[in-house]
């Protein structure tokens, strides 16, 4: 049984800056994709970002690129989701999760995911 654990988050002023990170424990072989997605109160779960465990390929929504990376450190087993110039539309809590397969339009989908974190909260003030 897979389990994540995403840790990093917490409250920053608008413009800062922020690194979340994702555990991961007890996974198999075989290919991966870990992504990164939110929630705001009241809202559905909506796509960040994705990468496949290799590092070689990553997916990001419009709205993050130029400002979010997402990486792999196979040596830790972690995933990162390195976030700037925060905005306060994107308080929420993140999480992380696992599927197989490759990078594709199913990536950003919440549906897609077989496995989740508990969450981190992101909190960005004005």
């Known amino acids: 049984q897979v389990r994540l654990t995403e840790s990093g988050g917490g409250s920053v002023q608008a413009g800062g800056s922020l690194t979340l990170s994702c555990g991961i424990f007890?996974?198999?072989?075989?290919?991966?994709?870990m992504g990164w997605f939110r929630q705001a109160p009241g809202k559905e779960r909506s796509f960040v970002a994705a990468?496949?465990?290799?590092?070689?390929?990553?997916m990001y929504a419009d709205s993050v690129k130029g400002r979010f990376t997402i990486s792999v450190d196979n040596t830790k087993n972690t995933v990162n989701l390195q976030m700037s110039s925060l905005k306060p539309e994107n308080t929420a809590v993140y999480y992380c999760?696992?599927?197989?397969?490759?990078?594709?339009?199913?990536?950003?989908?919440?549906?897609?995911?077989?496995?989740w974190g508990q969450g981190t909260q992101v909190t960005v003030a004005s």
């Open positions: 990468v496949t465990t290799s590092g070689s390929n990553t």
């Open positions: 999760g696992e599927t197989t397969g490759r990078l594709n339009i199913a990536t950003m989908a919440a549906k897609t995911y077989s496995f």
């Open positions: 007890g996974r198999g072989s075989g290919g991966y994709v």
